[in-house]
């Protein structure tokens, strides 16, 4: 029976201050065939938390596609999935959220979530290589009353990524942005990281072989992270009185010599498992570690390094302190782990053992802690299948009304289209990636701004293009088919560059899961990407779900983010979507269509959030993509690029604005009855805009019709306008201005029109 | 012809350094940890960018005391080709090897992308492989880049012929709006007046393969390979 001197007396109010329902405390005392301490209450809350237990959630997240030839470690096995690449190479990679630090402190917050996510990918035994992000805020243009917050929060959490990346030498390639009202106060924050490894090079986060010794390395243990959890510890010590701040503070230095000292050690053959010490610490890593390897473990409290003396076993077991990491090392081998990280100046203390009793046991100066069955405690968190209801305040405008919209719009189209490329969340974002290094690591073939980030890893002679996308008005509007589009979008970025894709990371953004609406998106969400998946042959390897993402205004528009990783076989095949010819052929691969809902035109100019979401068919985005890859295979593209956000106009615009040189193009969008505005901003599905040399039409054709997909040649690269024919009516505008409007809008917004720093357009 | 890169703790392109120069025939790249304390054996020395100590104090204010810095300044007085790149750059001017500072960028964010730079002196030994007034262009990252002398100096610098780099635009021209970060009269790269330590802020070891967008580094490496070569630097 652990002792219990310091720890305060478990009454009902503190059990359900800790998150934990009267059911879920009755399951702990049955696990434990007694009464928690005030330690082991901690450590179960923390474990059975959303975040770490996935309790809400966990029954959803079954229904993605999870296996697949190539997946070499499963979803939810291990900190990361790991996919083979070929030639005995894999890759790890992950999606992490850190939205609620993000929104209290943004640049710590969003560093932290990237140190959090790197070590995910170090902890497997990969080098990682790159990061992308997917971030939301609410706007930073118009006249909402929060546009200062929104700007700052988006500043902070631009600096705070670029801070992390770019002290710790891991380029940032890529990303998405949007900005929207509803993430006013609950900014979302998705970091992603990818990394390489050999098979046989292979990190596991057991604590395998009873009797070999467990070793914490890295940063000391402070009292930082604990946020709310703390509160009841406070008046146990004198010392620990003074506040500290909730959100934990990044060191991406110490976080560069912990990465280089662990790889290092994984070279050596001294180690038995490896598991880093993210959410819930030194709790999480112990229980889940000794879950995995079959085994019990235990650690002495007293040895653990600290920041600071007088911290209680409920703050050393509950502190999210970064940069640290769990190793069980092999027996006889603690030598060599002293060495390494002495050498790297890491600080590093042997502090327990892998027992056989299948029992998390932690010792205090010779006091017993905490005596807990690692499995149950990893493993048998309670799993809820929440209550779901369709929202009713659907929308019934439809059809109608959208048409209407578009037939009244067309004296405004010419304008129509520079406000659009001007919002910002389809603007260029070089204010936000001239801030990180991409180019650190000297892989970045495709730097950012094109449709997919794309990274030669030279040593494995491999060609990675990544992506991260979800369009969350689409899945507020209809989460399932949200769902789909975003898994379908991400594919079509990356086979526009070039690549094959290979597998899926997802991030979960939902609101608080007791409210039946919610749980309906979230659903509906998790049906549609799994339903994706399933059609692309793309497994879920791994992700992260978080949810609670609600301020006072209101919930968040849903957003499953999609990273999806892809191959690109030889380096002749990488593609960007800009034009590179004067006189070369457009060709619409797909059709022009008819949907205008859910277009972020409707909402940047009509200010309406209104469905039907265009439909995606997912047999034919595959025939799309398929034919566009064979194209780029057989040598002929020039440019392919996704048409998505802001419809065919944008994607038109996007493709002049080739960072070398500006382009024009003169087109014709022959589209029968269609109005204007929606043949010019609908964004219907499974479109990619590619540009050839004349040479090449008939071959291009030939091989479109073999895919049996639909196609209409548009017009020419040249000159110094965009000139767009819409049966019979004439848009045009002149290159440079469109670029203005689109290269400057974030630097506008952010700095003011006086922006005095150059930001250099070509 | 051998190459000691150096690592510091927090050094991040010396992987980067060590594949460039290794892509180059006749050329050998070593990593020399920066608790070593000798560098003999070695032809030249690079100095790589990064966060060396996290660059929490002034850049490169730590980076000076690590123990290798001995040698460093040993070799580097001896007239033995030292090459500092962006974080290099900074350590080799905190080390006092190089005149001025380098200061928080102008616009006070961190900046990366691609720039273009005129060779303002074509017979040092760093350079002497590209034409007079041509223009190399090599990626910038950093966020204090911005090089400051005070004007005794820069007199110094400009009558002596020091200033190898100067930011330019696309036509060659010196002109503010080719400044990535405030670097005073657009200088980009400097030599010490022995002219056997560069320093510079842009990254040659980034430049190092066209598909990545220039080759321009190379040209560095490979001019200090000549200089070794034909013995016009110290001996190692």
């Not at chain 1, 050839?692 to 039409?697: F, H, K, T």
């Amino acid at each position: 029976m652990p002792d219990t001197i310091v720890d305060l007396t478990v009454t009902p109010e503190l059990v359900a201050e800790h998150g934990l329902t009267p059911e879920e405390y009755e399951r702990i005392k049955k696990i434990l065939g007694r009464e928690p301490n005030f330690t082991e209450l901690g450590i179960f809350s923390v474990m059975w938390s959303e975040h770490c237990s996935y309790k809400n959630s966990r029954k959803e997240l079954k229904k993605f596609p999870t296996t697949g030839p190539n997946i070499l470690v499963r979803a939810g096995e291990e900190n990361a999935g790991v996919v083979d690449i070929g030639d005995g190479w894999a890759i790890a990679f992950k999606i992490e959220s850190h939205n609620h630090p993000s929104a209290i402190e943004p640049f710590q917050g969003a560093a932290t979530g990237v140190g959090g996510i790197i070590r995910d990918i170090f902890t497997m035994g990969a080098r990682p290589e790159f990061c992308l992000n997917s971030l939301r805020f609410g706007p930073i243009t118009g006249d909402s009353p929060n546009l200062k917050t929104n700007r700052r929060l988006f500043a902070g959490v631009v600096s705070g990524i670029a801070h992390y990346g770019n002290c710790i030498g891991i380029p940032t390639v890529g990303g998405e942005i949007y900005f929207d009202e509803s993430f006013e106060g609950n900014p979302l924050v998705n970091v992603f990281c990818l990394g390489v490894l050999r098979h046989d090079q292979l990190a596991r986060g057991a604590a395998r072989g009873v009797g070999n010794p467990v070793f914490y390395v890295g940063a000391e243990t402070g009292r930082d992270g604990l946020a709310g959890a703390a509160f009841a510890s406070r008046e146990l010590t004198e010392e620990s009185k003074e506040d500290r701040p909730a959100v934990q503070v990044g060191d991406p230095f110490k976080e560069k010599l912990l990465l280089e000292a662990c790889l290092e050690l994984l070279q050596r053959d001294a180690v038995a498992g490896i598991q880093d010490m993210g959410a819930a610490g030194l709790t999480c890593s112990t229980c889940e570690t000794a879950s995995r390897g079959g085994t019990g473990i235990e650690i002495d409290l007293a040895k653990v390094p600290k920041r600071e003396p007088g911290m209680t076993p409920y703050e050393i077991m509950l502190s999210e302190s970064q940069e640290r990491m769990l190793i069980i090392a092999k027996r006889g081998q603690e030598d060599v782990v002293r060495e390494i990280f002495e050498k790297w100046d890491v600080p590093c203390a042997e502090i327990g053992r892998v027992t056989d009793d299948g029992i998390m046991r932690v010792r205090n100066n010779g006091s017993i802690a905490a005596e807990i069955p690692a499995k149950p405690l990893a493993d048998e968190a309670p799993l809820y299948s929440r209550e779901v209801r369709k929202p009713t305040t659907e929308n019934t405008e439809g059809a109608e009304l959208l048409k209407k919209i578009s037939v009244s719009s067309v004296s405004s189209v010419v304008n129509s289209l520079r406000q659009t490329l001007g919002d910002p969340t389809i603007a260029s974002k070089n204010w936000v990636y001239r801030q990180y290094d991409h180019t650190v690591r000297t892989g970045t073939l495709v730097r950012p701004g094109s449709d997919a980030a794309v990274f030669e890893v030279k040593y494995a002679n491999k060609i990675l293009a990544a992506t991260t996308d979800c369009n969350s008005l689409y899945c507020a509007l209809d989460p399932r088919e949200g769902g789909k589009i975003a898994v379908a979008e991400a594919a079509r970025n990356l086979t526009c560059s070039g690549a094959k894709p290979l597998a899926v990371t997802d991030n979960l953004n939902f609101g608080n899961p007791y409210k039946p609406e919610n749980f309906w998106q979230l659903r509906e969400a998790v049906e549609g990407v799994a339903e994706a998946c399933r059609a692309f042959g793309t497994p879920v390897t791994g992700g992260n779900v978080s949810l609670y993402n609600e301020s006072p205004a209101g919930v968040v528009d849903p957003t499953p983010t999609v990273g999806m990783v892809g191959l690109i076989d030889k380096v002749e095949h990488v593609t960007t979507q800009w034009f590179k010819d004067e006189g070369d052929a457009i060709i619409l691969v797909g059709e022009i269509g008819n949907e205008l809902g859910g277009s972020r035109y409707l909402k940047v100019c009509h200010g309406k959030k209104i469905g039907p979401v265009p439909h995606v068919d997912l047999a034919r985005e595959i025939e799309v993509q398929n034919a566009t890859r064979e194209l780029i295979r057989a040598g002929v593209i020039k440019s392919a690029h996704d048409c998505s956000e802001g419809g065919l106009a944008v994607a038109l615009a996007e493709s002049c604005f080739n960072p070398q040189k500006l382009f024009g193009a003169e087109v014709d969008l022959a589209a029968g009855e269609t109005p204007a505005a929606t043949v010019l901003f609908g964004e219907a599905q499974s479109r990619i805009v590619i540009s050839i040399a004349r040479d090449n039409l008939e071959k291009t054709m030939s091989i479109l019709r073999e895919h049996k997909v639909p196609f209409q040649q548009l017009g020419q690269v040249g000159g110094d306008t965009l000139r767009i024919r819409v049966n019979d009516q004439k848009f045009s505008w002149p290159i440079v201005d469109l670029h203005d409007d689109w290269w400057n809008a974030i630097a506008r917004a952010v700095e003011g029109d006086a922006s005095a720093e150059r930001i250099p357009s070509l | 012809m051998k190459f000691a890169v150096i690592r510091f703790p927090g050094s991040n392109c010396d992987q980067d350094c060590f594949s460039a120069i290794n892509s180059i025939d006749g050329a050998q790249a070593d990593y020399v940890w920066h608790k070593e304390t000798s560098l003999r054996g070695y032809d030249a020395i690079v100095l790589p960018g990064g966060f060396a100590y996290g660059d929490y104090l002034r850049c490169g204010a730590i980076a000076r005391f690590s123990p290798i810095m001995k040698a460093v300044i040993a070799d580097a007085r001896a007239g033995k080709l030292v090459l500092g790149t962006c974080n290099g750059f900074q350590v080799l001017c905190e080390a006092g090897l190089l005149p001025g500072a380098l200061v928080r960028n102008r616009g006070l964010r961190f900046v990366c992308d691609m720039v273009t730079m005129r060779v303002e002196v074509a017979d040092s030994p760093f350079t002497h492989g590209c034409a007079q007034g041509s223009l190399l262009r090599m990626p910038v990252a950093h966020g204090e880049g911005c090089y400051f002398a005070d004007p005794e100096t820069l007199r110094q610098l400009n009558e002596d012929r020091q200033v190898i780099l100067r930011y330019a635009n696309d036509r060659g021209e010196i002109v503010p709006d080719a400044n990535p970060n405030g670097s005073i009269e657009n200088i980009a790269g400097i030599v010490n007046r022995e002219r056997n330590v560069f320093g510079l802020m842009p990254h040659p070891d980034r430049a190092a393969d066209a598909r990545l967008g220039s080759a321009d580094g190379l040209k560095i490496f490979r001019s200090m390979m000549e200089t070794i070569a034909s013995g016009r630097a110290a001996a190692a």
